[in-house]
């Protein structure tokens, strides 16, 4: 008889059957997270990487009792890094582009040139009205945030502006683009994920993105109203930046010309990275040409950063910034963030709590509610406003359409409540840029960037007022006019 192969009953094994997590199991991980980030990091300053690799060992925990491998995890881990690398890309170049632009001279300027024309007490306006235009026309809150935001914190310092409520206006500004501006990445995957019209979707958007911004603007200005400027020795101190910074750059016209190279990238729809670098680029020359700066210092700005030696001390402090280096600590919170986002997505986590949010949305106004809940906690739990954006879009789509409403309201609804909401959120890749550039922590600018938490709020009273809630028109609504 023919010997008897012993591997033909192991070869056709299935694998072992992984188990659905229960809704208590998808929601230790999520208290987990709180509890680490808000205890170990909040109140004992812990690093915050540690936590989130904390958190994710619990969800790992959880997942390897469900049936996951290892090696199931680790998948699902580099999915979601690969998610969000194009944001960690930007990110990076920006640190490039902070330091060209400060070495060049065009931040100093700004800088100068600001403290002499913006008013103390309209400061918050000003600043959150320019980078909304800029963030609209270049499509991206980290450039803005970048290049306009580190100019504006200069001046907010030297009017001795209290410097929370600046980066709050700074960051709500620069967001206000990144939600309806035609070029932003978050702007076009949330009709892509709702199955809506790019151009239907801005202009719904514009019905909750308009009165949270106007609401911001009111508070800005009533907030100014007790700051008429520099008095005494704060004036003395901004006349000494001033000083120290005319005396150390050269200015010229031609320092216009990296800020407008960004700009002319993104409105003639060019890839951002690349017109980031021809920027940096043309302001390391401008350094060598205009400042003096030797070819080394042009170059290893946009790696290393800048190190401003003026004599003062407060100039000092503003313009030392800048490099890709500076951005690595920024990248290393994202992919330890990437982790226990990942295992919690892989092991269906994610998915259990998303549906039960959705299994109470009977009526128009808990729909709207559900989404909204829904791109928080994704938000929450994965720092990513692509993942908060696509995820709750995905699973919505079909229970918008069902109702009977336009595919639009869904794609509002995942902006108003992912995009923005992300940028206040410490663990986040945006959270993590916005503090570090700005220098203000997130939780203490994000009570002032008010456009960031008051979308989705008013979002929700659409919802159960029936205000501003678009019906179903077609069976094809990327179609225009749907």
């Known amino acids: 008889m023919p010997e008897q192969n012993n591997d033909a009953a192991t070869d056709t094994e299935s694998p072992p059957q992984k188990k659905r997590p229960t809704l208590v199991q998808s929601l230790i991980p999520l208290i987990a997270v709180a509890f680490f980030l808000g205890v170990g990091y909040g109140y004992q300053g812990l690093a915050p990487e540690i936590m989130l690799i904390a958190s994710g060992g619990v969800a790992g925990i959880i997942a390897v009792r469900l049936g996951y491998t290892y090696k199931e995890l680790e998948k699902g881990v580099i999915a979601s890094m690969s998610k969000g690398m194009p944001a960690i890309l930007i990110v990076i170049v920006v640190g490039a582009l902070i330091g060209s632009w400060i070495i060049s001279g065009a931040i100093p300027m700004m800088i100068y040139y600001g403290l002499q024309i913006v008013s103390g007490k309209y400061f918050l306006v000003t600043a959150c009205i320019v980078c909304s235009i800029v963030s609209v026309v270049t499509g991206t809150s980290y450039g803005t945030v970048g290049t306009l935001g580190v100019a504006f914190m200069g001046i907010a310092h030297g009017l001795q502006v209290p410097l929370d409520q600046a980066a709050g206006a700074i960051v709500a500004g620069s967001y206000f683009g990144d939600k309806i501006s035609p070029f932003s990445d978050t702007t076009n995957l949330a009709p892509l994920a709702a199955r809506s019209n790019l151009y239907d979707h801005i202009r719904h958007t514009l019905w909750t993105t308009t009165p949270a911004m106007i609401f911001g603007l009111i508070v800005y200005l009533f907030a100014g109203r007790s700051f008429?400027?520099?008095?005494?020795?704060?004036?003395?101190?901004?006349?000494?930046?001033?000083?120290?910074?005319?005396?150390?750059?050269?200015?010229?016209?031609?320092?216009?010309?990296?800020?407008?190279?960004?700009?002319?990238?993104?409105?003639?729809?060019?890839?951002?990275?690349?017109?980031?670098?021809?920027?940096?680029t043309v302001a390391a020359v401008m350094a060598i040409w205009l400042q003096g700066a030797?070819?080394?210092?042009?170059?290893?700005?946009?790696?290393?950063?800048?190190?401003?030696?003026?004599?003062?001390?407060?100039?000092?402090?503003?313009?030392?910034?800048?490099?890709?280096?500076?951005?690595?600590?920024?990248t290393l919170r994202a992919l330890c963030a990437f982790v226990f986002g990942g295992i919690a997505q892989t092991a269906g986590m994610l998915d259990v709590l998303l549906e039960k949010l959705l299994a109470i949305a009977h009526t128009t106004g808990r729909l709207i509610a559900a989404t909204v809940s829904s791109s928080m906690l994704v938000a929450l739990m994965t720092g990513s406003s692509f993942l908060s954006i696509l995820l709750p879009g995905e699973l919505f789509q079909p229970a918008f359409k069902k109702a009977g409403l336009a595919a639009k309201n869904l794609s509002r609804t995942t902006e108003d409540s992912g995009t923005v909401i992300v940028p206040l959120i410490p663990w986040s890749i945006a959270g993590v840029f916005m503090a570090e550039t700005l220098g203000v922590d997130t939780l203490a600018y994000a009570k002032w960037a008010i456009l960031c938490y008051t979308s989705f709020i008013v979002a929700i009273l659409y919802g159960y007022t029936g205000f501003a809630i678009a019906p179903r028109k077609r069976e094809d609504e990327t179609m225009p006019g749907s």
């Open 294 to 330: 030797e070819l080394k210092a042009a170059v290893e700005s946009m790696v290393k950063g800048v190190q401003t030696h003026t004599g003062n001390a407060d100039v000092d402090k503003l313009l030392s910034r800048g490099g890709m280096l500076s951005m690595m600590h920024v």
């Open 228 to 280: 008429s400027g520099p008095k005494g020795a704060a004036e003395l101190a901004t006349e000494s930046i001033m000083t120290s910074i005319r005396e150390a750059y050269h200015f010229h016209p031609l320092l216009l010309l990296p800020p407008a190279i960004t700009l002319y990238a993104a409105a003639t729809k060019r890839p951002i990275i690349p017109g980031m670098m021809i920027s940096a």
